[in-house]
């Protein structure tokens, strides 16, 4: 089974600009979950989405923002880029439901603002 | 946000050594879970626990989610070089449909391993 991946790996983004990633989960897997890494606060729940719908979201405000198309592939968008957006993206896959439901994680986008 | 108390927050070891890392909580978890990431890679799951006293091995790797809930610890048993990396400690709490998704994670374990 292929795991979950991330595109693209690498971005670099001027300050006020916006941005795209995304997310192939694996197969059969109905969530998926954002998360934002940085040195300083570590790895941060932006949010996630099941079965297209937003099911929980993070502290973060609202440039960040996300969808889930009926395939389960997810993008994650940030608007009017701030430095602090600097970090490395990883988005996670599941089912979504049981008791021992559990998040594999993706390579991740590392994400540079200039 | 709210993070996990993990410990030490960085290892140096002889290979062959053992080691144990724990984290703490101030609110409880129904699953708790064992991560190992590697420069530029994202987090790969070692251990998963979803039951309070569970004990769980994983090859050389054992964890254990405390009776409390709101505590685990990971020992890594005769380390090797490849044991390299970081280690992060997260908890889920499922208490209804927004609990979903969400993992809170510790700051983290580097552990670096001398031939």
């Known amino acids: 089974k292929a795991g979950v991946t991330q595109t693209p790996r690498y971005l670099i983004k001027t300050r006020g600009q916006q941005v795209t990633l995304s997310c192939s989960p694996i197969?059969?897997?109905?969530?998926v979950s954002w998360y934002q890494q940085t040195p300083g606060q570590g790895l941060q729940f932006l949010f996630e989405?099941?079965?297209?719908?937003?099911?929980n979201k993070g502290n973060f405000p609202g440039r960040f923002s996300g969808r889930q198309f009926s395939n389960s592939r997810s993008e994650m968008n940030v608007s009017t880029l701030e430095l602090g957006d600097s970090a490395l993206y990883l988005c996670?896959?599941?089912?979504?439901?049981?008791?021992?439901?559990?998040?594999?994680f993706g390579p991740g986008t590392r994400l540079t603002v200039l | 946000g709210q993070q996990l108390n993990q410990s030490p927050q960085s290892m140096f070891i002889q290979e062959g050594e053992d080691v144990s890392m724990n984290c703490t909580s101030s609110?409880?978890?129904?699953?708790w879970l064992w991560y190992k990431q590697e420069p530029g890679e994202g987090p790969v799951l070692l251990i998963a626990l979803y039951k309070a006293g569970e004990l769980t091995s994983n090859g050389r790797l054992t964890a254990q989610f405390g009776i409390t809930r709101k505590d685990s610890f990971l020992n890594i048993s005769a380390s090797i070089p490849s044991d390299v990396g970081i280690y992060f400690c997260?908890?889920?709490?499922?208490?209804?449909?927004?609990?979903?998704?969400?993992?809170?994670f510790g700051q983290g374990t580097i552990l670096t391993v001398h031939p």
């Open positions: 197969s059969g897997h109905r969530s």
């Open positions: 997260a908890g889920q709490l499922r208490a209804g449909g927004t609990s979903y998704g969400k993992l809170t």
């Open positions: 609110s409880i978890f129904n699953t």
């Open positions: 996670a896959s599941s089912l979504g439901q049981g008791r021992k439901d559990t998040q594999y």
């Open positions: 989405y099941f079965s297209e719908t937003q099911r």
